[in-house]
Every structure is written in C-alpha cells, then in structure tokens.
C-alpha cells in the first residue's frame, strides 16, 4: 500500500479511507493479508486522484472511477483548471505521483494556449520552485525534480520545431558554460524565440571556451546568451575572451551565477522576458 500511496501522491490513510469509505480499493484482500493492487486499482485509483485535485467532491470522484470512467480523456480534467495557481498545485502532485502522462498532457496544453514566456514565468517556475523546496527540507524526492526536468525539457524541445523563415540571417548562439549542467533555462528561451521566429543554435551545457570561441567564429551569431547557475561557472572570460567580429554579437548573462558587478558592457537578465528583449533588439526586432 505504501508504494502505491507514493506513486498516486497520497498518504496510506487516505487509501485506506477511499476504500472503507467509498468502496475503491484492491480487488481482491483477504483478511489478514498485504493489499495487493493491479494494475485496473491504479487506472481507478489515478483517476479519482485526478478528479478530486479538480474540484471534484471523493464521493462523486469514487463513483467515476469505479464505473470504470477510466478512459476520461485528461484535456476534460484539464479545462477545469481557470486559477493558474491551482494548476501549479495539481502539477505538483502529479509530480509527486510521477504521472508523467498529466505533466505532459497540461503542459502542452498550456504551451498551445499561453506561450512559453508565460507559461514559465506563471506555471513552470512556480512548480520547479515548490518541487525545490520540498527537496531542501526534507532531502527527499530528487527523483521526482529530475524527472520533471527531463520532461519539461522534452516538452520544450518538441515546442521548438523548425523555424520556417526565421527573422534572423544567423541564428542566437545559447549556451551553458564551464562545467554547468543546467540547461533548462536554455530549453525555455529556445522555445521562447522559436515563437518569435528566431532561430537558435543550442550548444548545450558544459559548453567549454573552445567551443563557443570557435561557433562564434563559424556562424557570426547576433546574440549569445550564456547560463551559469553556479557562480563557479560564471567566469568573465567566457565574454571577454571570445573572438573579435564584425559586428560584434550582443552578449546576454543569465542564471543567478554571474556577478553584475564583474559584468560591465555585457546585459546581465533576471528573467525569460528580460532575454527575450535582448535578443530582439541584437536582431534588429
């Protein structure tokens, strides 16, 4: 039982309860005995977990779902979802249940209706913020955080397609440098541009000088914009170092590593919006 608490993001009490009280359970408990679930308990189980984060009520949410309701499609839970903190909220349960399928299906319906800057700024953050910090008091659940980083990073790369006639001659270079291995910020602002139809070179993370030196060299980007979430990523040599071009890209520092006072004559952005701007204006937007 304990497992299958954790997998659906509810406490062995509450299952405990759904079944005295509601009659939602394992199909087969003999007295005595571990309850054993399969995989039809799950599909009910999920779905009643689902609807009650809508709103609606465990009686009627129990009574869905042991009608076998199982194959509700999850864009009818979804447009239930008006206040944008409560879909954060189901986000982070889903999370926490590792319901891939939910994460995936609200986040593309939120790209399609939103956009990437606001979907980042309202839902995404948000949620990475609640997930970590639920990590740093109690040490647990880092699973959960990369899980959803790899699915958001899916989900934005599939919101990145091909950009037909894009706006700029030579695409944005983005990268993650040093030893850095986030990029997600990188994924958002890909996704982001990609709706404004500019068209980006993604170079990933651990992005040595070497690299950006020579891709700088190569393909006379416009922009770059660099990432560094720790501040031992963010060395200035990574801006000042690179090869002098005509005409020069404008250089945009994001993430909490770099220091704007080391930062002179470079844009230094606090957010997706702020990025989005700098790279407009490098492209003549």
């Given at each position: 039982m304990a497992a299958v608490a954790r997998r659906l993001g509810v406490a062995p009490a509450t299952l405990r309860t759904w079944d005295r009280r509601y009659g939602?359970?394992?199909?087969a408990h003999e007295a005595g005995e571990h309850r054993r679930y399969c995989q039809s308990d799950l599909a009910r189980l999920t779905l009643m977990?689902?609807?009650?984060?809508?709103?609606?009520?465990p009686c009627e949410a129990a009574e869905q779902a042991k009608n076998k309701k199982v194959n509700v499609k999850l864009e009818k839970i979804l447009e239930s979802y008006i206040v944008r903190d409560d879909l954060v909220?189901?986000?982070?349960?889903?999370?926490?249940?590792?319901?891939?399928?939910?994460?995936?299906?609200?986040l593309r319906k939120e790209l399609?209706?939103?956009?990437?800057?606001?979907?980042?700024?309202?839902?995404i953050v948000p949620l990475l913020f609640l997930i970590g910090n639920q990590w740093e008091a109690s040490g647990e659940g880092i699973e959960i955080e990369h899980l959803l980083t790899e699915v958001l990073k899916s989900i934005l790369r599939e919101h990145v397609q091909?950009?037909?006639?894009?706006?700029?001659?030579?695409?944005v270079l983005l990268a993650s440098v040093g030893e850095e291995l986030h990029s997600l910020a990188l994924h958002?602002?890909?996704?982001?541009l990609a709706e404004?139809?500019?068209?980006?070179?993604?170079?990933?993370?651990?992005?040595?000088?070497?690299?950006?030196?020579?891709?700088?060299?190569r393909s006379a980007p416009p922009a770059v914009f660099l990432w560094a979430q720790l501040p031992q990523n963010a060395d200035p040599k990574f801006f000042r170092e690179i090869p002098a071009?005509?005409?020069?890209?404008?250089?945009?520092?994001?993430?909490?590593?770099?220091?704007?006072?080391l930062c002179e004559d470079v844009a230094v952005v606090s957010d997706l919006s702020q990025a989005c701007l700098e790279i407009e204006r490098a492209v003549g937007l």
């Open positions: 939602i359970g394992p199909s977990r689902r609807l009650i984060s809508t709103g609606v009520s909220e189901a986000l982070h349960k889903a999370a926490q249940a590792l319901d891939k399928k939910f994460i995936e299906t609200a399609a209706e939103h956009g990437v800057e606001k979907s980042w700024s309202e839902i091909e950009v037909k006639k894009p706006f700029n001659a030579h695409p958002a602002l890909a996704a982001a404004r139809k500019i068209e980006t070179y993604f170079l990933g993370t651990r992005t040595p000088l070497a690299a950006l030196s020579a891709m700088i060299s071009i005509r005409p020069m890209p404008r250089i945009v520092l994001g993430g909490p590593g770099w220091n704007p006072a």
